[in-house]
T-cell receptor, first 114, second 111 residues
């Protein structure tokens, strides 16, 4: 089966510019996560979707971050405007929507804000 | 909130050595995941376990629910095992799909 696909792989932007990340989860996976990972740290959850519904976005900085998962499949994560502190790897993961189940991660998008 | 502690933070080993990475957590869990992250960012799920022991090739994962502790073992380590190994736990409270991640163990295996 195809894995979780993320794009772009790398992105370099100047501060105050907008940026968007895209994720295509594994077919049939109802649960989709966006994580942010800073250097030397574990991933931190930004938002979790069950189908098209955002069920946990408590860690999403809503003043500048937004996400959507139209039709409960692909998802986009947007930052506008980006700040220097947003430089990190943004990871998308998906899992089947039934109880505790394995996570499947994409390769991530490495964002550098200059 | 579940606190997840991994040790050691960094580990350097010679090829062929037996390696152990530890993970401790503070509250009851539904499942524990061991993940591998290579340079470049991609994360691969190695194991998901809620009790006992699992083995896949040279990798073995064990969990002791009473002691709230898990270990990841690598037998006959190889330079290609060099990566960051991350422990993540799903809490009993709330959704099992809410995970708390450790900060990872950087493993370097020297030829």
């Amino acid at each position: 089966e195809a894995g979780v696909v993320q794009s772009p792989r790398y992105k370099i932007i100047e501060k105050k510019q907008p940026v968007a990340f895209w994720c295509n989860p594994i077919s049939g996976h109802n649960t989709l996560y966006w994580y942010r990972q800073n250097l030397g740290q574990g991933p931190e959850l930004l938002i979790r979707y069950e189908n098209e519904e955002a069920v946990d976005d408590s860690q999403l900085p809503k003043d500048r971050f937004s996400a959507e998962r139209l039709k409960g499949v692909d998802s986009t994560l947007k930052i506008q405007p980006a700040e220097l502190g947003d430089s990190a790897v943004y990871l998308c993961a998906s899992s089947p929507g039934t109880g505790a189940s394995p996570l499947h991660f994409g390769n991530g998008t490495r964002l550098t804000v200059t | 909130k579940n606190e997840v502690e991994q040790s050691p933070q960094n580990l350097t080993a010679q090829e062929g050595e037996f390696i152990t990475i530890n993970c401790s957590y503070s509250v009851g869990i539904s499942a524990l995941h061991w993940l591998q992250q290579h340079p470049g960012g991609g994360i691969v799920s190695l194991f998901m376990l809620s009790s006992g022991k699992k083995k896949h090739g040279r990798l073995i994962a064990t969990i002791n629910i009473q002691e709230k502790h898990s270990s990841l073992h690598i037998t006959a380590s190889h330079p290609r095992d060099s990566a960051v190994y991350i422990c993540a736990v799903g809490s009993l409270s709330g959704s099992a799909r809410q995970l708390t991640f450790g900060s990872g163990t950087q493993l370097t295996v020297l030829p």
